[in-house]
């Protein structure tokens, strides 16, 4: 049949489930229900049994070829994905190594978005994340040689996101940054406060429970995917971790030493990242 390929290979044909209809109301006593209108229905399926599955869940078309059949990309648009995640958390410095890492002549972040600057944000905005798979690929680079990344720090306390991810890039590598926060103005802060404020302290707090959000990744991903920064040492001396995410995280056969990538900024008082083209870029400027 010339429509065959179509149809997922006759799974998603109309024809199928037609004819599993008949055969369920033939040779069972499964009644079905004729009254309820379409609207209705979708309206209890969604809202009173299945709420959870209100918005899509994408997995990669690139692991099913019946999939990849049905998918408007093709083969060489599996290589756009990223190979890597800065998952957050926020103010722990994933813009600095998200910028540092910039530098490597093989490494890719993603596109600058005009309402969220370097971030994507894919897997954490119900937005955005309608936007499907091929809004998310169009916003890397086409490179065969080229390994693409992303940083959205609103990733790491996000159990959607970890869903998503596991979904469409399970086997991919994803790193992160543990770093002390300093909270003690809002902890000095009075006690008698509405409840608008109250949850904009949880919101500042709960990404800070590390160990929490450590636990509920390591449900999705090994630990052998998972790259842990110490957010003290990458601020002391950043070159040191990011040598160590060349060599044994990420693997690069183009190692370039870290030196050339970051520099100390005598009158900023702080490492930036750094090219001989575009000398320092330290953050702030």
Request: charged share 20%; with cysteine; glycine share 4%.
């Amino acid at each position: 049949m010339s429509h065959n390929v179509n149809y997922g290979h006759d799974r998603l044909g109309n024809y199928v489930f037609s004819k599993l209809i008949y055969l369920i109301s033939t040779w069972t006593r499964i009644q079905f229900v004729n009254d309820i209108s379409t609207s209705e229905l979708a309206h209890k399926y969604f809202d009173e049994y299945y709420p959870d599955e209100k918005l899509p869940l994408f997995t990669n078309p690139c692991d099913d070829d019946i999939l990849m059949n049905l998918w408007n990309g093709n083969r060489s648009m599996c290589e756009i994905f990223p190979k890597f995640i800065i998952i957050g958390p926020q103010k722990t410095g994933t813009t600095a190594l998200h910028n540092m890492l910039s530098q490597h002549p093989d490494l890719y972040p993603s596109k600058k978005n005009s309402l969220t600057y370097e971030e994507l944000q894919f897997f954490s905005n119900e937005t955005i994340y309608l936007n499907g798979i091929t809004w998310y690929l169009n916003q890397f680079h086409i490179n065969e040689q080229s390994i693409n990344f992303e940083k959205s720090a609103t990733y790491f306390d996000s159990i959607l996101a970890m869903k998503r991810i596991k979904a469409l890039l399970p086997s991919h590598e994803i790193a992160r940054i543990n770093q002390t926060i300093n909270f003690d103005d809002l902890l000095k802060s009075n006690h008698d406060e509405n409840s608008y404020y109250f949850h904009l302290k949880q919101r500042c707090l709960q990404p800070g429970h590390y160990a929490e959000h450590i636990l509920k990744w390591l449900k999705y991903f090994p630990s052998k995917q998972i790259y842990i920064v110490d957010g003290e040492a990458f601020r002391h001396d950043p070159c040191i971790i990011i040598n160590d995410i060349q060599l044994s995280f990420l693997q690069l056969k183009n190692f370039i030493n870290s030196s050339n990538l970051v520099r100390y900024n005598k009158k900023k008082g702080f490492f930036c990242s750094f090219s001989a083209k575009h000398n320092f870029q330290c953050l702030g400027n």
